[in-house]
């Protein structure tokens, strides 16, 4: 019985891993703002840099602090971690699409959703000195308790 454990254990742990269902408890390093709740959690909207390579461009986000919410489920079911959202900025600095592609639940997927929708973006780029432009771009926004 030990052994069965053990081996379903080894099989589904990595892939639960892998698919973002448990955290591996390594410490993501984020570029970007840092807001606290009046709970005293942390939210830190901007880009999260990995080994994964997201990309160099650069955006700044001027966030519209009446929409920073860290959802009370979410903090009573003790969740936290990255949610994660691509954009597509139009060159007037206007949202045309937006879309979680990671989430973490209890509220936090939509609060961020509702938090980028009413922010603004100046996308800068290496590739057009500078200029603003018309591109995808992700953003994370981390929950932390």
């Known amino acids: 019985m030990i052994n069965l ?18 955290s591996t408890n390594q410490t993501a390093s984020f570029k970007g703002t840092e807001f606290f709740t009046e ?34 489920v979410a903090q009573r079911a003790g969740i936290e971690g990255v949610v994660r959202l691509f954009i597509d900025v139009s060159e007037q600095k206007k949202i ?3 879309r ?16 980028i929708r ?11 000195n500078n200029n603003t432009v018309s591109e995808r771009y992700y953003i994370s926004v981390l929950y932390e308790l």
């Open 5 to 22: 454990k053990s081996t379903i254990l080894t099989i589904l742990l990595p892939l639960f891993v892998l698919s973002g269902c448990v």
């Open 39 to 72: 709970t005293g959690s942390r939210v830190i909207v901007g880009e999260l840099l990995t080994e994964q390579g997201f990309p160099v461009d650069h955006i700044d986000i001027k966030v519209n602090k009446e929409f920073i919410n860290y959802p009370q």
């Open 96 to 98: 045309e699409k937006i």
């Open 100 to 115: 979680v592609t990671r989430g973490i639940g209890g509220g936090c997927d939509e609060a961020a959703l509702n938090l």
């Open 118 to 128: 009413n922010s603004e973006f100046i996308v800068t780029s290496k590739k057009t």
